[in-house]
């Protein structure tokens, strides 16, 4: 029977989601685990290959086993079997056709930064430390330009392999609470390092590494050297995928 799984994990000790040789990935880790509960090797699939470093909260994947498997005690199992860092929330059977990245409607990413005090310590790993204050109405003059179709080749990692580089954005927000800055953004998919790039270059759009004109250029195509930077991994989290049937 095909199986959907709702999977957390903190990235930090992964080099992200997708199997690597001699690398220590969030699905190598699962796979290994349903390996010695299944007693033979289940590739799984996901709606989205997380980079090195990035966390999720509702990373979804899919997989195949035998009929009649215990879905419960397969979930107890998996969790026993890998690391604190990584947890499986949920698994339910799916359609026998489910494919978690090309069903997926939209898919839901949140980026923090810590801006404008010391250092956090609680949310070191967890987000972009800058000292300097950001004003989050620039921020998010900046984001609302996102929303729509538009072609973000300038905003994608220069490995990247995508034959298609526009992407369509449904929401793009900026919040602040004290000092802690939320930007989510969600869209039907997303290129390697997008969010990444897209957020690095609001901020250096506040930091005056970048102009606005330029930047709102860029979203009719570019080269990745005129966008900003990119901004560490450790800030961003795969949030939620949408399908279909989802509510």
């Given at each position: 029977?095909?199986?959907?799984?709702?999977?957390e994990?903190?990235?930090?000790?992964?080099?992200?989601?997708?199997?690597?040789?001699?690398?220590?990935?969030?699905?190598?880790?699962?796979?290994?685990a349903?390996?010695?509960v299944?007693?033979?090797?289940?590739?799984?699939?996901?709606?989205?290959?997380?980079d090195?470093?990035?966390?999720?909260?509702?990373?979804?994947a899919?997989?195949?086993?035998?009929?009649?498997?215990?879905?419960y005690?397969l979930?107890?199992?998996?969790?026993?079997?890998?690391?604190?860092?990584v947890?499986?929330?949920?698994?339910?059977?799916?359609?026998v056709?489910?494919?978690?990245?090309?069903?997926?409607?939209?898919?839901?990413?949140?980026?923090?930064?810590?801006?404008?005090?010391?250092?956090?310590?609680?949310?070191?790993?967890?987000?972009?430390?800058?000292?300097?204050?950001?004003?989050v109405?620039?921020?998010?003059?900046?984001?609302?330009?996102?929303?729509?179709?538009?072609?973000?080749?300038?905003?994608?990692?220069?490995?990247?392999?995508?034959?298609?580089t526009?992407?369509?954005?449904?929401?793009?927000?900026?919040?602040?609470?004290?000092?802690?800055?939320?930007?989510?953004?969600?869209?039907?998919a997303?290129?390697?390092?997008?969010?990444?790039?897209?957020?690095?270059?609001?901020?250096?759009l506040?930091?005056?590494?970048l102009?606005?004109?330029t930047?709102r250029a860029?979203?009719?195509?570019g080269?990745?050297?005129?966008?900003?930077?990119?901004?560490?991994?450790?800030?961003?989290?795969?949030?939620?995928v949408?399908?279909?049937?989802?509510?």
């Amino acid at each position: 029977m095909r199986v959907r799984a709702t999977i957390e994990y903190t990235g930090a000790a992964y080099a992200g989601w997708q199997m690597q040789p001699d690398q220590p990935t969030v699905q190598s880790a699962i796979e290994k685990a349903l390996e010695i509960v299944v007693g033979d090797r289940v590739p799984i699939e996901s709606a989205g290959r997380t980079d090195a470093g990035v966390h999720a909260l509702g990373q979804v994947a899919a997989f195949d086993l035998p009929d009649g498997t215990d879905l419960y005690r397969l979930r107890a199992s998996i969790n026993g079997l890998t690391n604190n860092d990584v947890s499986v929330v949920s698994i339910e059977e799916a359609h026998v056709d489910f494919n978690p990245r090309r069903d997926a409607v939209s898919r839901t990413y949140e980026y923090t930064i810590v801006s404008g005090r010391p250092r956090a310590p609680m949310l070191d790993d967890r987000s972009w430390f800058i000292y300097r204050e950001l004003d989050v109405d620039r921020l998010n003059q900046a984001a609302a330009c996102l929303i729509g179709t538009h072609d973000f080749s300038a905003f994608r990692a220069a490995d990247c392999v995508s034959t298609s580089t526009i992407r369509n954005i449904f929401s793009s927000e900026w919040s602040r609470e004290d000092h802690i800055y939320r930007y989510r953004v969600t869209g039907n998919a997303f290129l390697k390092q997008m969010v990444r790039i897209l957020v690095g270059s609001m901020v250096d759009l506040q930091l005056d590494r970048l102009e606005f004109d330029t930047f709102r250029a860029l979203l009719a195509g570019g080269d990745r050297g005129d966008a900003g930077r990119t901004a560490p991994p450790e800030g961003l989290i795969l949030v939620h995928v949408k399908y279909p049937s989802s509510e």
